[in-house]
Nanobody
């Protein structure tokens, strides 16, 4: 059974930083492209970042470029999202996803999903 478990969310002030983690089990982790999406209340799920199998290629939505870094540790079956200079518009549930398409940005292109971790950016 595939499980993706996110952690690291919380309440942070504007300008602050967070490091999200997603621990995977039940799948050959290094064979999957990993991604982060986010969903604000009442909004569509939005692609944030992705990373290919050995980290050779990363992709970011323009709104987080320069403020976010996605990385992975295949020995620990874990993917990370480091975010700095957080803004209120970064608020939402952050979800981890696993897929096989290295350029995928649509949620329908990902096969497995975690439950998400809440990030709230507010003073």
């Amino acid at each position: 059974q595939v499980q993706l478990v996110e952690s690291g969310g919380g309440l942070v002030q504007p300008g602050g930083s967070l490091r999200l983690s997603c621990a995977a089990s039940g799948l050959p982790f290094s064979s999957y492209v990993m991604a982060w999406f986010r969903q604000a209340a009442g909004q569509e799920r939005e692609f944030v970042a992705s990373i290919t199998w050995t980290g050779g290629r990363t992709d970011y939505v323009d709104s987080v470029k320069g403020r976010s870094t996605i990385s992975r540790d295949n020995d620990r079956n874990t993917v990370y999202l480091q975010m700095i200079s957080l803004k209120p518009e970064d608020t939402g549930v952050y979800l981890c996803a696993a897929g096989t398409n290295p350029v995928a940005r649509a949620s329908s292109q990902y096969d497995y999903w975690g439950q998400g971790t809440q990030v709230t950016v507010s003073s």
